[in-house]
């Protein structure tokens, strides 16, 4: 645990070392906002809820999230410092853990800014603010998926941009897989059981599910396995691939 | 003498290149090793093999007595490494980069200031603390790897070209830090840099194509060149003749070569028989003759050709004036 979070904490200064972090929250602050307000219609509506809010949030994440998660690997591996930290008295996995929990605090840190549209909701109706938490711990999780994959595909490459890629397409092809639109691809040639489970891969679907209120382990499970099993293959990799 | 590191014939393939080849070999407390090698020769691989970077495709290696392959946590603890170019983190400063070494070295509080300061004072890397690493110039750079590599004083270090790229009085100053901690430590650098072996190295160990060549100590090893011991004597044209002739008579001569440097300068070089020295009677024998030598040398031999000798692909032989 100990060596975790001096990994995590050496992780999340050196976020703040550089303007990315910055950058990074400027936009996405900006870019909740906007989406609300114009996209989402949010004073219009006339309800007092943050569905507006919380609904675009998987598309944000898909661009934003594996910007965040590209340099986890890709830089070490690149500028040499993983031979450095793989030969530093830690095993493999506190490292990847005390990264991943550095770039998931930094989420957590930009997600936790979008507080005043919190209050400005609470403000200017009755929200029902366990629905209102309920979503914001489901898109931190979701949040946490999206950077466990892109974590591991950092450290598939040295190149930044390449890794940014592949996690971007991995994220996407993990947000759409519950529409219409791929699941009928599958349906044509495809037993049910696979288009179920390739449906049941989608954030869309366990995220929506937890921002009508509807908290159900199984979306937690979701989320909670689906990090894990990434950070594992990101082990794997890690391992694999830190020498070469 | 305690074995602090060793190698039981550790090898590393990647694809069809072996790159380490069954290298078998152990350093004891005390030794400074010197390992030698063209470039490409395996140094590196066997080194991050024993730091715990890369897994060895056979073979063992152990660190204190503690096996790399089943407890890696352990031997990294009593290892100093120094990766080749001593990459570290740039947008971090000396101080919290160091900071962050002691910590994950397992040092708190007053101990972790203490190692820092002490780590830094040693280094000597006061003056740019606070700035960050990336803008530091290439001596300083490496000295804040070194100053990773030594701050936890473990008994083993292990240091990948640790004065390549500095400037002369850089390479002395990183030189006399690495005598000053070898009398109770084992340390390994490599390097191709011949008189650095000379300068800091109880032993040499020089590796080619991921096999050992020769291990010896540094005067051992230039005892193997061909004009170790070689009499070297620098006369005018005139007397070259008849010096050639008398000193080739002799019985403890093997060889002689000649070289006309310019119009009256000539070089003679004369090989002793193996295990001869051959001065005192060259000397006599110049002034029985009433010859005059203008300089006479007697030759050590070179690293270099040694080097040579044991790592180049193709021979030259016959073409080589050593």
């Not at chain 1, 930044?160 to 639109?181: H, K, N, P, R, Y």
Request: glycine share 8%; net charge neutral; with cysteine.
């Amino acid at each position: 645990m100990r060596n975790i979070r001096i990994i995590a904490k050496r992780e999340f200064a050196s976020y703040f070392g550089t303007p990315l972090a910055y950058v990074f929250i400027v936009i996405f602050l900006a870019l909740t906002g906007s989406m609300t307000f114009f996209l989402g219609a949010f004073l219009f509506r006339g309800q007092a809820d943050l569905q507006p809010f919380f609904v675009y949030h998987p598309w944000l994440y898909l661009l934003l999230v594996p910007a965040v998660a590209m340099r986890l690997w890709s830089e070490e591996r690149k500028t040499g410092t993983i031979e450095n930290l793989m030969t530093l008295p830690i095993s493999t996995h506190e490292a990847v853990l005390g990264k991943f929990l550095a770039a998931w605090a930094f989420c957590a840190i930009a997600l936790f800014l979008t507080f005043p549209i919190w209050i400005t909701v609470n403000v200017l109706g009755d929200p029902d603010n366990g629905v209102i938490m309920a979503s914001y711990l489901g898109s931190l999780l979701m949040a946490g998926a999206f950077l466990a994959i892109g974590s591991c595909m950092s450290a598939l490459t040295k190149n930044q941009v390449i890794s940014f890629i592949i996690a971007a397409t991995a994220c996407f092809l993990f947000t759409m897989s519950g529409l219409d639109i791929v699941l009928n691809f599958f349906r044509a040639w495809t037993p049910d059981w696979f288009v179920e489970t390739i449906a049941s891969l989608s954030f869309l679907t366990h995220f929506n599910a937890v921002t009508q209120g509807l908290i159900e382990s199984r979306d937690i499970v979701f989320f909670v396995s689906l990090i894990a099993f990434w950070l594992f293959a990101n082990i794997l990799i890690v391992d694999l691939k830190k020498a070469s | 003498m305690r074995p602090m590191i060793e190698l039981d014939q550790l090898t590393k393939r990647f694809g069809t290149i072996t790159a380490v080849d069954n290298v078998s070999m152990t350093v004891n407390a005390g030794e400074v090793l010197g390992f030698l090698g063209p470039n490409g020769a395996g140094k590196s691989t066997t080194m991050k093999m024993v730091a715990g970077f890369l897994d060895p495709t056979s073979g063992r290696a152990s660190v204190c007595g503690q096996d790399v392959g089943t407890d890696p946590v352990a031997v990294k603890r009593r290892l100093g490494y120094l990766p080749e170019g001593a990459p570290t983190y740039g947008d971090m400063t000396p101080a919290s980069y160091l900071r962050f070494i002691a910590e994950i070295r397992g040092f708190d509080g007053a101990e972790r200031q203490r190692r820092v300061d002490a780590v830094v004072e040693k280094v000597s890397l006061e003056e740019v603390l606070h700035q960050p690493i990336e803008t530091l110039s290439k001596g300083f750079k490496r000295r804040v790897g070194l100053a990773q590599t030594m701050l936890h004083d473990p008994p083993v270090l292990i240091m990948d070209e640790p004065t390549d790229g500095l400037d002369p009085n850089q390479k002395r100053h990183v030189r006399s830090l690495i005598r000053e901690m070898a009398h109770d430590k084992a340390i390994v650098i490599s390097t191709h840099i011949l008189e650095e072996v000379q300068a800091v190295c109880s032993r040499a160990v020089i590796i080619a194509r991921g096999k050992i060549q020769a291990d010896a100590r540094p005067d051992e090893l230039r005892a193997k060149a061909t004009n170790h011991n070689a009499v070297l004597i620098i006369t005018t044209e005139s007397d070259a003749g008849p010096i050639k002739s008398k000193v080739g008579a002799m019985a403890g001569v093997s060889n002689i070569q000649t070289e006309q440097k310019s119009d009256s300068i000539v070089h003679i070089r004369v090989f002793p028989k193996k295990g001869q020295q051959i001065s005192g009677q060259i000397g006599d024998l110049l002034r029985a003759e009433n010859l005059t030598a203008r300089e006479m040398f007697v030759e050590q031999g070179a690293l270099d050709d040694v080097f040579w000798d044991m790592t180049a692909e193709t021979k030259q032989g016959g073409n080589r004036n050593a």
